[in-house]
């Protein structure tokens, strides 16, 4: 039996390619899908079938990509209507060599949600791993407000019937693959193990042990963010994506043609590190650093203007292209080549941005200067604890809220780590704040540095 | 200034990339042209142009993948009228940062073929390098057969004069850059020197030392080979080939798949070694070993039928494919999963070949036994020296001469080494005959055996 | 929190590497350690410890070449006298970030293995998974033959108490982690799994429900070969094996090298395949297939005379080292340079082995022919099921019975495939065999083929 | 016949295999020897001779772990006493294959400097290629100042007579492979071109044209510097570099690791780019940017205390390994573990340099603001352009005139690019200065910008 987990790091995805007897089904296939074929290759395996635990909201799914080159078929829940691929129903069962897979319609994270559950004929008839999509993470549960507000209550209470009545009694060894690691934004909070057990689960997660009662009343109180781009996906992924083929050309451009795209609206964005960014940078470009790309970029970065990329020149920029293709930016187009020292060594503008260190922003409050003191993480860590006297505004509300952010003062921006604090006064820059510090280390080294914090309400 | 030769085995087609100052341009680049995007993008250069030395005929040209995916401008000469592209005239030059790109109309070779001198402006006016295309190679020039024998008087005047007119007097420091390398079927007998200067050259090849009159005689007597792929290779380069994206899919088989495929006439080519092929092989198969496929592929293969690969399971595929869609073989289909062993251990029929060594055959010619010596290799080979009573059809030319080779006798196939005489065997099995041995080795083992030869006519 | 399963093929060995908080563990390495620092670096990881989980008989162990360049402290159980490393007890524990890792004393295999139990703090107290050596596989337990035949009662009661005190109340959560995987001699009959769960094995495996007396009476029916390099590897990982650093150097060899090393009892390992092997070989070489190097090189090839590999100059030779210097084969001299053409194309005398096909076979079996059929697969699959008329030797024990196959008749071998059986077939010709066929497919093809077996006593 | 050029970024320092018949020779070698080994096994290749054009000073050469893991035979010029290896005089011959290896000697760069040069005897006895070391680069001449000023006269005079005598005689064509291409210290100004021929180094490099006389007040007049370590490689290559093995342990530490080594006067470098470094670092760390750390850290680290390296956790260590080692700072002892974010995540104390652009550096000079400008560029392109007012310290000269910098003032500091002027502003910062600024695109930019410099005296 082959198992391969494949990772898609930056929105924490995994899908997985299973074969046996020379056939392979891949599950929740990303849109760059080479490393399926390659992997299937490797194990001489024939794709046959691709499934679709959900329709996917945090990426652009690729299973139209396999079908294109493979031929093979598409599988998804039925409670949806999508505009490609076949329905498969509760009990329907797939053979590959001597594995079967059997789907479980296990509704909740949304209403078409399925699992597959996995036995080994050649072992025995228990089942030996399902495949849970967003239903069941390690630590952590799908979200339920997908369809919004409204819908929370009826499809918590599907989830909370999904895991009592369809995962659970499959009995504790059995091994769980869910479809995103620590960091995905499906669920709240996704521990970093890769594998869990439906046992370790039960045993960890005291969510897994409230009445139905208690568990809707959980997932009413729990508020998750939800990226505006969710709703190119979910379209994207009813309807069935475009074919994409060869990844988009990433064109190397000089500093006048840069130039050229920023007048013809091209989204600059310097991926570089909130030091790298601090000591120089294209004025009005956005900084999302590295592994922040997936998971920011759909807050502020539209689809249909040029989409450049500004580096240090330090490692590869195909990942940062198969991140953005994977959320269906198409619109890329190029990137700085040589990296941002080509802008400045050709006499342009340079941008930069106060970086603080949290004992200078020590100093400053201690003094009562007169800041704008900016908090850009989750509302719930804001809530939970922060520096006395900061403002909350989520860094993805930052755009639609910008007006209740002084101009005439010192705004001093802070986060968990420096990083959405960096991204924050990127686009406060665009929105012409002058007068800006991003913290580093944020409130962690806030608190390793053993500086007060304010709790709860 | 980035120089990057790009050699494709097999063909020993040598491409290149040249760029300065974020700019760059190909030289005759092959249809898999992922290998110059990544180099590109090393470079941080923008492909802005590509160049054609000549409507190459041993291989579809991959201008229109970079096109496709880049925008690239394609450049041809004039002589021809391409359904693509544009025209260059002899003194068109293009800038490349600090280089230029001279164009020089250099017939010979077929009548459209240009040079492309390089010189490096911040250095000196002086011209720096030459990509020559199939005019002149390491140790050898093109050929001048390839309108037909009625145009190589005409021909090999229009070569002689582009080397007299336009290489040599741009000095003998020029260094050359030639479109193939050692093992080409475009040019006699190329040295395995990947690059030569004009001065080594001349200093090394008489041919370059004769005038018109005895060139022309030494071209008319030159007899080189045409493989049938070529028409449809000459084809695609004039139309231009279709455009293919990713590369095709290689589906793994499973045995019964591969039997069903042969009932609809599927080609099968076992790319192992001889003495694999020997010890064991699926019935009905063409065995051309991996190093050989392109070189001898396109004598044997049509490109409507699906084609399906044997290997051993040791290696990988992607080269062998990559091999194939160079030559337009879009119709490969597939693999035997796994390799031979499972079509054996299946308990298929498996067919056996018998090598020889040459102590076996000299011992059998000693006895005078009554075989049939065939010969296999070049006719020029041939001639100059062969062992005694050997009867000569060219490998190539097996299909259409197959009636010269008696079936009522021991068929006895040598070459120079023992691959093309599998190769032959693989042919003789498939029309039926059975009584077939190859020599392992062959004239390279019988003259390192000291065994006696007979030479000339 | 990491874990990296990292598999070395041939032996089947499976190793981890586990990190947490910027700390690395490694459980088992093997001896070519740059994997681990690779991962290590990948994950930012020190590696502080290496554990062993028992003295390992079927490798020679990398923790001293880990110690060496990391200054890692190694770690084993306490019921052997390691000449390096330290000792631990049942109930010591390590901190690795969150992690905790507990030793337990869980004799069986051997007396003094140790599995590791792992929890994760930061989740909960709840024992995470477990790396068991050798103690249970997924599907089968450790072999318990090791110190001999009259220890195997006793190891065997020590194993029962282990599984049913120590791993099974664990929960049937906890995920298994062994040692080897498919393929592996250390256990009778792994599954393909790399994972199992306690509840998994319990639900499927049935001798997990024996009782203590029935356990033992089962383990002492077990028979299993111990290929006599076992001993070597025991003495290296008591006494702790010398330093390797760099890997040997693996020297391209031309054939009048090759005969002069053979005069000097060099061993020559011809690593292709049997239909490449029966199409033409080295007169005397062994040969065994790539993938079976490291299961039967221990049998037939000595730590002093220099090895040499014979291979068809396709795919890397540096996993064949890696393979050979795992089972501590130092003497590796070097290869023929360019592969098996180069000897036969300098005229050397080649040898040949016929293959037959299961069909030939049959027919000469109807036909009543007067063959020494031979069945060199292992002898409880040779009682289960056998073709008519066949003798039997293990592969492995053919140097020693040598004598009990006759010299004077036609030999026919046969094992599971036609791998085993072309091995054999080789050291019948070192022995001055002549007149000797290995069936293609063998056991597998006769089956597939439906012809009939002998079953049983 | 096989060519391989190998670069080593930052010396960079071209090195070469080259092979026939199944034997190889390097010349050169870098210490990290595994890119020979890789290679010639992919051609098959016995490496069999190292040839050392001359005892190289800006790295420590690799010949003795080839000979330590190969056997190969070292060789080099007789005029120096080395402690290992043989010597080679003028007209020594050395067969490869078909080729012929023949050793000139050719002092100027050094006494004992050779050229090796090849000729392929299956082609003709005409010479196809130089290896020429340091004694003439692409467009450059090697310096003659390295056995001290009072030796540059006599050394010009043999590597005039080198060229004339024995370089040029040989032909036009004859390809040129030099030991350094462009950025090297081992010439003034080397092109970046990778190969030449004689011819063309004779039409554009006009100091080949001069007589003798002319010549060596050229060479007297040239002015470049000697970075400090070069002593040690001397040393090294002279007595032959302690065997290297397995590449250092490149650990990854926590930061009161890196604390509690910063006690024990570990050198800590910091290998972001210069924005990164001015947005925030390690207090008293030394910024040598990634692509500089060959060129720049013999200036300013020792071989005594260990050395630790900062990064963004972007991009591989290993080549900033390999460099290390080349150089013989095999006291590197580890880096900070995920990068510098884990610094400032951790609460530490961050260190910032003020990064000005050049229209900055342009307000403030037009506004006659009392700052000391400081050029750190070489001193010649100080003499030929600059900028009014700037004073002149060479970067590698820093640490000992440092007194020459007011502690009092505002320092601005420019180079080239603003890369050796961060670095300058680290050693300051280290040295107690904290009113600095770096100039981003420094001379480059400013001259981009059209503003005013300063020329020559």
Redesign the interface.
């Known amino acids: 039996?082959i198992?391969e987990l494949i990772k898609s790091e930056g929105i924490a995805h995994h899908s997985y390619l299973i074969g046996d007897g020379?056939e392979g089904v891949v599950v929740d296939p990303r849109r760059d899908v080479d490393v399926y074929?390659d992997l299937?290759?490797d194990h001489?395996?024939?794709i046959k079938y691709v499934f679709e635990t959900h329709r996917n909201e945090d990426y652009t799914i690729g299973s139209r990509e396999l079908e294109d080159?493979?031929?093979a078929l598409i599988y998804h829940g039925s409670k949806l209507e999508f505009e490609y691929g076949m329905e498969v129903f509760d009990g329907d069962k797939f053979e590959l060599g001597s594995l079967e897979l059997e789907v479980l319609e296990t509704p909740g994270h949304t209403p078409e949600s399925i699992s597959i559950l996995l036995r080994?004929k050649s072992?025995?008839e228990?089942p030996?791993l399902i495949f849970t999509g967003d239903l069941i993470f390690a630590?952590e549960l799908g979200r339920c407000d997908l369809l919004g507000e409204s819908q929370v209550s009826w499809m918590a209470q599907l989830l909370y019937e999904s895991i009592q009545e369809k995962i659970l009694p499959l009995?504790?060894?059995?091994?769980i693959c869910p479809a995103h690691g620590a960091g995905s934004v499906c669920g709240a909070d996704i521990?970093?193990?890769?594998?869990s057990?439906?046992?370790?689960e039960?045993?960890?997660n005291p969510v897994l042990r409230m009445n139905k009662e208690q568990f809707i009343k959980f997932k009413l109180r729990e508020k998750l963010y939800t990226p505006p781009y969710f709703k190119k996906m979910e379209e994207n992924n009813q309807k069935g994506a475009e074919v994409l083929?060869?990844l988009p050309?990433?064109?190397?451009?000089?500093y006048p043609q840069i130039k050229e795209m920023m007048n013809k609206d091209a989204q600059i964005i310097d991926i570089?590190?909130?030091?790298?960014?601090?000591?120089?940078?294209i004025p009005h470009s956005l900084n999302i650093w590295?592994e922040g790309l997936s998971g920011f970029v759909g807050y502020f970065v539209n689809y249909e203007d040029p989409i450049i990329l500004v580096n240090?020149?330090?490692?590869q920029?195909?990942p940062m292209l198969r991140q953005l293709i994977r959320l269906a930016y198409d619109n890329i187009y190029g990137y700085l080549?040589?990296g941002?020292?080509k802008w400045?060594?050709?006499?342009?503008?340079?941008g930069?941005?106060d970086?603080w260190?949290?004992?200078q922003l020590k100093k400053v409050l201690d003094r009562k200067e007169d800041v704008f003191l900016l908090d850009v993480r989750k509302f719930n860590d804001y809530k939970k604890r922060r520096i006395a006297g900061a403002h909350h505004i989520w860094v993805g509300d930052i755009p639609e809220r910008i007006k209740e952010v002084p101009q005439d003062k010192k705004v001093v921006v802070y986060c968990d780590?420096?990083h959405k604090s960096t991204t924050a006064c990127s686009i406060l820059k665009q929105n012409g704040y002058t007068n800006l510090s991003s913290v580093?280390?944020s409130m962690?080294?806030?608190?390793?540095?053993?500086y007060p914090v304010v709790n709860g309400d």
């Open positions: 039996m198992l020379g074929l299937a290759q001489d395996l024939e080159i493979t031929g080994d072992v025995s228990d030996y630590g009995g504790d060894n059995v091994i521990r970093d193990h890769d594998l057990t439906i046992g370790y039960q045993k960890t083929g060869v050309y990433l064109r190397p451009l000089k570089r590190k909130p030091t790298s960014f601090g000591g120089g940078h590295r240090d020149n330090e490692g920029l195909d080549g040589g941002f020292p400045y060594l050709a006499g342009q503008e340079v930069k941005l970086m260190s949290v004992h780590s420096g580093l280390g962690n080294a806030w608190l390793n540095a053993d």
